[in-house]
C-alpha cells in the first residue's frame, strides 16, 4: 500500500504570499496524483489531476509539479479564499485503488 | 450543472446495517464511474470504493472490503453504498464523487456535500 505524507502540516501565511505544500509518496507513483481543497463545512474541490492539470475552473494561481515520489501544489499568490485544507490523493496502477494524503492547513498569519 | 445529493444518513446502532444512496443530475450518470469517500469527524478523507460507469468493475479500499457493498442503478442515476456490521469507526460524512470524464477509473472531480452517519449505542 503507497503512503501518503505531506508537509508542513499547517502552513501560516498572508495574503499575497506563496505556498508551497508538500506531498511525498512511500513508493513511485503514477501520474495519477490529484489536489484537492476543502474548506470548513464543504466537500473537497478539485484543483489538480494528473499532476500539473488545473481541473474545470481552477484559477492560474494554483499549479501542481513532480513526479516519482515528490509533489508539489505551488499557490503563487494566496488570496483570502484560499486558506483551507488541501489533501493530495494518489491512485495505484491497477487495481484502481486511491490513497489521500493527511493534508495540509493552509491558515492566515 | 453537476449535482449529487447524498441521502440515507442517520444514527444507527453497532453492529446493523445501513445503505447510502447518491442521486446524480446534470450530467450523462451511465457514461462515468462513481466513488464513495469518508471524512471522519476533525479528521482527513478516506477513498472507500469506485464502480464502473457500466457496472463491470468495482474496487474497495482493504478497510471497507467485504463489509461495504457499491452499486449503481443506472436507470434512476443513482449509486448506492451498502454497509454492514457498522462500528463506532465507521462514523463520518460519507461523499459520493464522480469520476473525471475519460475513464471510470480517474479520480473524482464533482463531490456531493456528504450525509453525515453516526454509530452510536
Known amino acids: 500500500e503507497i503512503v501518503l505524507t505531506q508537509s508542513p502540516a499547517t502552513l501560516s501565511l498572508s495574503p499575497g504570499e506563496r505556498a508551497t505544500l508538500s506531498c511525498k509518496a512511500s513508493?513511485?507513483?503514477?501520474?495519477?496524483l490529484a489536489w484537492y481543497q476543502q474548506k470548513p463545512g464543504q466537500a473537497p474541490r478539485l484543483l489538480i489531476y494528473?499532476?500539473?492539470k488545473r481541473a474545470t475552473g481552477i484559477p492560474a494561481r494554483f499549479s501542481g509539479s513532480g513526479s516519482g515520489t515528490d509533489f508539489t501544489l505551488t499557490i503563487s499568490s494566496l488570496e483570502p479564499e484560499d486558506f483551507a485544507v488541501y489533501y493530495c490523493?494518489?491512485?495505484?496502477?491497477?487495481?484502481?485503488?486511491?490513497?489521500f494524503g493527511p493534508g495540509t492547513k493552509v491558515d492566515i498569519k | 450543472q453537476v449535482h449529487l445529493v447524498e441521502s440515507g444518513g442517520g444514527v444507527v446502532q453497532p453492529g446493523t446495517s445501513l445503505r447510502l444512496s447518491c442521486a446524480a443530475s446534470?450530467?450523462?450518470?451511465?457514461?462515468?464511474?462513481m466513488h464513495w469517500i469518508r471524512q471522519a469527524p476533525g479528521k482527513g478523507l478516506e477513498w472507500l470504493a469506485v464502480?464502473?460507469?457500466?457496472?463491470?468493475?468495482?474496487y474497495y479500499a482493504d478497510s471497507v472490503k467485504g463489509r461495504f457493498a457499491i452499486s449503481r442503478d443506472n436507470s434512476k442515476s443513482t449509486v448506492y453504498l451498502q454497509m454492514d456490521s457498522l462500528s463506532l469507526e465507521d462514523t463520518a460524512v460519507y461523499y459520493c464523487?464522480?469520476?473525471?470524464?475519460?475513464?471510470?477509473?480517474?479520480?473524482?472531480?464533482?463531490w456531493g456535500q456528504g450525509t453525515l452517519v453516526t454509530v452510536s449505542s
Open positions: 464523487a464522480r469520476s473525471r470524464p475519460g475513464s471510470s477509473w480517474y479520480g473524482g472531480d464533482y
Open positions: 446534470g450530467f450523462t450518470f451511465s457514461s462515468y464511474g
Open positions: 464502480i464502473s460507469y457500466d457496472v463491470n468493475g468495482e
Open positions: 513508493q513511485s507513483v503514477s501520474s495519477y
Open positions: 494528473e499532476t500539473s
Open positions: 490523493q494518489q491512485r495505484n496502477n491497477w487495481p484502481p485503488l486511491f490513497t
